[in-house]
């Protein structure tokens, strides 16, 4: 089987690398492979869907905003895609304050303590024991960003792949993938290419078959870095573990903080909070050290999360989890921003999206296309054009990872 490109991976940026593949050439023959059994079935369903367009690199920013308004375009064409505008509030610390306003504050309105009580929220907690144990400090006001609020991932992935089925997009799932290369320059000894010899990757191969394909984008996530070691074309990639959690919000003080209309918050601690309207909070929390593999820990909760949400919120005190999962943040730690690169002949890699690949996925993806299509500039929505290099060279650290 031949195809002009095969994307490995059909979670968001995969989804989205085909689709504007299939948009810019029509009639391309592009295959999408997957080990799992069917679209976003890896981290792209474990994100809690938020959005924002602050960021301390430019690239992100960019990346952010053009994708964000494509998918603000969807939706006023009818298509829903969950997107609402609810900003987000950063609550400061005195010693988080200056960074926060120099990241965030220029398109904040600065909340004041006494705003922020007014929300429910707790502001002075360190005569807390909890807070002291957990080393929270109080809070000196709250920076509530404007062009930032949810999104739902899965309506997102749905429109590409139903995109994709009408373009003609050839779908493999539960279908593992490795890499089919050949030596640059073959000596003719069975069994090349061996590990000393430069490769070129000429297809892959995946449920029990050769595929061949003029590009392969390895669109694979947290699993990219793995791929590219074995491959002996290392990027600095590591998956970073993440805990989420969803607390049903039905009835009680819980409801009643829903019910003000309360914002996606990032508080101090490295708890995100996202409220949903229909009756939830979703929780995401960050190890600084991973655990074993296996379910979340229930000490990450009792003794991680809740006490750092309760301290700040009162309304969380003594509440549990009504479900939690684990994904990983897809790294790039020399600077927080996707990379996406051309590593070998036949081979372009869209990763390293940093726990932030749902808002920036349609600009990532048309990057990625351009790139496996040979052509120097990507048009990012809004027409602005980027060298397709743009997201292989250094670039500054991003310094705003929630
Ligand atoms: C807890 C959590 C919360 C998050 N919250 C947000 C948020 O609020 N907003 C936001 O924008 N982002 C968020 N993110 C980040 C976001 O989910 C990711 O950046 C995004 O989903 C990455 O998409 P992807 O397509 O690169 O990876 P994935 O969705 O993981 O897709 C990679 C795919 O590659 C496949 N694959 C891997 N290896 C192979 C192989 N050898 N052969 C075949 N298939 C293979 C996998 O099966 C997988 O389906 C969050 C992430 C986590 C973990």
Not at 54 to 65: D, K, M, V
Request: glycine residues 14%; negative net charge; proline residues 6%.
């Amino acid at each position: 089987m031949s195809y002009d490109a095969i994307v490995v991976g059909a979670g968001v940026i995969g989804l989205s690398t085909a689709y504007h593949l299939l948009r810019s050439s029509p009639g391309l023959r592009v295959a999408v492979v997957d080990a799992l059994g069917g679209p976003g079935m890896g981290d792209t369903s474990k994100s809690l869907g938020g959005f924002r367009t602050a960021f301390t690199s430019e690239l992100n920013r960019l990346l952010a905003s053009t994708s964000v308004r494509f998918y603000e375009e969807l939706q006023a064409r009818g298509r829903d895609v969950g997107l609402r505008r609810y900003g987000y509030l950063f609550l400061a610390t005195e010693g988080s304050y200056d960074a926060l306003r120099s990241y965030v504050g220029a398109g904040s309105r600065f909340l004041d303590e006494r705003e922020l009580s007014e929300m429910g929220i707790r502001t002075r907690v360190s005569g807390l024991e909890d807070a002291r144990g957990l080393g929270l400090g109080d809070i000196v006001g709250g920076f509530l960003y404007g062009d930032a609020g949810v999104l739902d991932p899965s309506s997102i992935l749905e429109y590409y792949a139903e995109e994709l089925e009408g373009a003609g997009c050839e779908f493999l799932y539960n279908a593992e993938a490795r890499l089919l290369t050949e030596p640059v320059n073959p000596v003719g000894i069975p069994g090349e290419p061996f590990p000393w010899q430069e490769v070129r990757v000429r297809g892959v191969i995946a449920g029990g078959r050769e595929m061949r394909a003029g590009s392969v984008v390895l669109a694979t996530g947290a699993w990219t870095g793995e791929i590219l070691d074995s491959l002996g074309a290392p990027l600095p990639l590591r998956p970073l573990r993440r805990m989420a959690y969803s607390i049903p919000a039905a009835s009680g003080n819980l409801r009643r903080l829903l019910d003000s209309g309360i914002p996606p918050l990032v508080i101090p601690g490295g708890v995100f909070l996202r409220p949903d309207p229909a009756g939830a909070f979703y929780v995401e929390f960050g190890l600084r050290r991973p655990y074993g593999p296996g379910d979340p820990e229930p000490a990450a909760w009792e003794l991680g999360a809740l006490p750092v949400l309760s301290s700040y919120l009162s309304a969380f005190e003594g509440v549990s989890p009504g479900d939690s999962w684990v994904g990983r943040y897809d790294m790039n730690i020399v600077s927080a921003t996707p990379i996406v690169e051309r590593v070998a002949d036949g081979l372009v890699v869209a990763a390293g999206t940093s726990g932030s690949g749902v808002m920036k996925a349609d600009a990532v993806g048309r990057v990625a296309s351009a790139l496996a299509l040979g052509l120097d500039r990507a048009e990012l929505h809004g027409g602005l054009r980027l060298p397709s290099d743009a997201l292989s060279a250094p670039r500054g650290e991003e310094r705003l990872v929630i």
